[in-house]
């Protein structure tokens, strides 16, 4: 089993890091095309580009023109100890025993726009690129273009070496819209987490986002390998509704949040 998720806009690196194990990126030499793409712009340009604010556009403008195709504990940390949202607060990988971080190194990769594809413990400069901005290149109007075939071989890849028999979209729809699951040797399953609220059930983004963290967790400290035993997730509340769901849409349901 495979688990994929998004990144997170917001970064933290300013927490000590809990582990001094690391790796690179795969894709360093196509990031730094990006960067040197992005490095044309103007602030200005930046902020229309991502449509944000001008102090975050200049603060990633400057990202940009300080980033290194050299990796160093200076200047980069690990993916899953930078990224702070959501999903990232479910999963919460500072306080993983090390045997759990082990277990996410192996099993979890997160979908980059800048990246393509990171381990959790790969090193990561600090950037903002979402992987649905229409930054033109070369090899056309998006990033979609850009990264092309280049993620589902990646994950295939692991997929084939692991002999894993399921991807598990943990991932907004933005970012798994880089992955062509008809290229990967393994089916799609994809949780989807849903609140009552209104009288009926539905998806509430926060409590989704936090949810795919928290069932990354639970793979991690389960030591989960077979995407069917995902089933048994029940971290704050949550419960596998087998009417609901079907082969490739696993629903989990919740009546109060925990």
Not at 50 to 79: C, E
Not at 122 to 141: F, H, I, N, S, V
Not at 200 to 213: H, L, N, P
């Amino acid at each position: 089993m495979l688990i994929v998720l998004s990144p997170a806009k917001s970064l933290d690196y300013e927490t000590p890091v809990v582990t001094d194990s690391h790796t690179l990126p795969a894709f360093i030499p196509e990031a730094a095309r990006l960067i040197e793409c992005l490095r044309e712009f103007s602030p200005a340009q930046i902020a229309s580009l991502m449509k944000i604010s001008d102090p975050l556009a200049s603060l990633n403008h400057g990202r940009y023109a300080s980033w290194s195709s050299r990796f160093t504990r200076k200047n980069s940390r690990q993916a899953v100890l930078a990224f702070n949202g959501d999903v990232y607060e479910g999963l919460d990988a500072p306080t993983l025993a090390p045997a759990a971080l082990d277990y996410v190194q192996a099993h979890v990769r997160i979908l980059s726009g800048l990246y393509g594809v990171l381990r959790p413990l790969d090193l990561m400069q600090p950037y903002r690129l979402e992987m649905g901005t229409k930054l033109a290149t070369a090899a056309g109007r998006d990033l979609y273009a850009y990264w092309g075939e280049q993620v589902s071989e990646n994950l295939n890849a692991v997929l084939a070496e692991r002999r894993s028999e399921a991807l598990v979209n943990l991932a907004s729809e933005e970012y798994f819209k880089s992955v062509k699951p008809k290229l990967l040797s393994a089916p799609v399953v994809t949780p989807v987490f849903e609140e009552w609220k209104d009288g009926r059930y539905k998806i509430i983004s926060f409590y989704a986002k936090r949810a795919r963290g928290l069932m990354a967790r639970y793979a991690a400290q389960n030591r989960i390998v077979r995407a069917r035993d995902l089933q048994s997730f029940d971290s704050d509340g949550y419960r596998f509704d087998a009417k609901a769901s079907n082969e490739n849409t696993w629903v989990f349901r919740r009546r109060q949040a925990a």
